[in-house]
């Protein structure tokens, strides 16, 4: 998609929201090969000066550094799961996992048919949002989201100081004050398991929060 | 904004947090928000005054002596401006800076992943 639409003017900027550092992510990198730039913020200071809550998440920029989509779901591909039956033979909680994981919400045509036009037609395009527009659909924030923003923010300080125990009450209270901040809660996790599952230092999982949140809001529809 | 000390740099706020301080106040996009001039005696501002004035949480870790003063919240969104804040993260294949002004005069996407 790059290929195509860079020469067109659009430039693809990722960052990986990854607290575990460049060696945490830098396979994925390598693989993908990509031209444009890949950049990673470790302090998840993206999650505070936009307002992003989840990944894989889009912001559209103009060419004057004015923002005119603010942070929403934003996939490459259809969800792959949603079709698929799900195999014998796995384990109950697998299965679950699976089923909730076929309902995550993916509106990859519609997201690309938009960020097209956008290339095509620059302010024209109805998908590009008045300033007005992008402050006001932006996340709230709250005394509790802003909260949840420093609590996050020392957390992933002494976990990359080389305080991991010390991290972990800051990132729970992050998750209290903003509990639909899924990249605080899986970030966390990430640390203490990878696949995300119950464990004895945090409330949540990956299986159960989504469950409690319906796996419709996971992803939230777009409002193109 | 990880702080060491509540006497924070005045020019330090400005580029973490995108708020300036000018007389009429703190101003970020259309708010300002008038500060007492004990809020700024010279180069420092006095974080726990901006963090009451601009609704921005201060928590203390006592036992590493560190603080976090949180974003402002006397906006109500997370976005108080359309204009892109400063952001320079580093490349994850070299290391250095990238300073996302630096691509002013394009179409950007920005997409934000992550490895978990």
């Keep these: ?224 | 904004m990880i702080l060491t000390s509540l006497a924070v740099d005045r020019a330090a706020f400005t580029e973490r947090t995108g708020w300036e301080l000018r007389p009429e106040g703190a101003c970020h996009g259309d708010i300002c928000v008038p500060l007492p001039a004990e809020a700024a005696p010279g180069s420092t501002i006095d974080a726990r005054m901006v963090s009451e004035r601009l609704g921005m949480p201060l928590l203390h870790d006592d036992d590493h002596g560190i603080w976090a003063l949180g974003p402002a919240s006397v906006g109500g969104t997370a976005l108080v401006t359309a204009a892109l804040p400063n952001i320079t993260l580093a490349d994850i294949r070299t290391g250095e800076a990238f300073d996302f002004a630096s691509l002013r005069g394009q179409k950007v996407l920005l997409l934000a992943w992550a490895s978990w």
């Design chain 1, 1 to 224: 998609m790059r290929t195509e639409l860079h020469p067109r003017g659009l430039e693809v900027v990722t960052v990986a929201l990854d607290t575990g550092g460049p060696d945490a992510v830098r396979r994925w990198v390598d693989e993908a090969g990509a031209a444009h730039p890949s950049t990673i913020d470790e302090a998840h200071l993206l999650d505070e000066l936009l307002g992003v809550v989840n990944v894989p998440t889009g912001v559209w920029i103009d060419e004057h550094g004015v923002i005119v989509r603010p942070p929403e779901p934003a996939h490459a591909r259809p969800n792959r799961f949603a079709d698929q039956p799900i195999p014998d033979g796995v384990d109950a909680r697998t299965r679950d996992a699976l089923e909730q994981v076929s309902k995550l919400r993916s509106e990859s045509d519609k997201y690309k048919a938009a960020l097209y036009d956008w290339v095509e037609r620059g302010a024209a395009s109805p998908y590009a949002l008045p300033p007005d527009e992008v402050i006001r659909r932006s996340r709230p924030r709250t005394a509790d989201t802003a909260t949840a923003a420093a609590a996050f923010e020392l957390g992933q300080h002494l976990h990359r100081a080389g305080h991991p125990d010390a991290a972990v009450p800051w990132f729970r209270e992050a998750h209290r004050r903003q509990p639909d901040n899924w990249t605080y809660k899986r970030q966390a996790w990430s640390f203490v398991d990878r696949s995300q599952g119950p464990n004895d230092v945090y409330d949540g999982n990956w299986l159960d929060d989504v469950k409690a949140a319906g796996a419709g809001n996971y992803y939230p529809a777009l409002d193109l």
